[in-house]
């Protein structure tokens, strides 16, 4: 049997009460504000593709720790294509260039 880690737990409670505050304050007609969108990474060549829920996969550039080469893929919650931006499981992101434009 395996221990259960009880960080992971607050971990997660942590993001989706961000993502409730988020979706509360967008649902109020409040956001995403200008600094919400100022500091998250660009997704570039994005799609929006499936896991077993629909996510956003595309090249993550902005991150601490440089763009990243590969495609990686994350839980889409909001869709906002027409105004540059998504929200994710773990948060905003900027919306680049569609895969479809290259």
Not at 11 to 35: C, H, M, N, W, Y
Not at 37 to 59: H, N, W
Request: proline share 8%; glycine share 8%.
């Amino acid at each position: 049997m395996s221990s259960i880690n009880p960080n992971r737990f607050r971990t997660e409670i942590d993001v989706f009460q961000r993502l409730r505050a988020d979706l509360k304050s967008i649902a109020a007609g409040k956001g995403p504000t200008e600094a919400d969108l100022g500091a998250p990474p660009i997704v570039d060549f994005y799609e929006v593709t499936t896991r077993s829920l629909p996510a956003i996969a595309g090249q993550i550039e902005g991150q601490p720790f440089g763009p990243s080469d590969n495609s990686e893929a994350s839980l889409l919650i909001l869709y906002a294509s027409k105004l540059g931006w998504v929200r994710t499981r773990s948060g905003y992101f900027r919306l680049g260039v569609p895969a479809a434009s290259i």
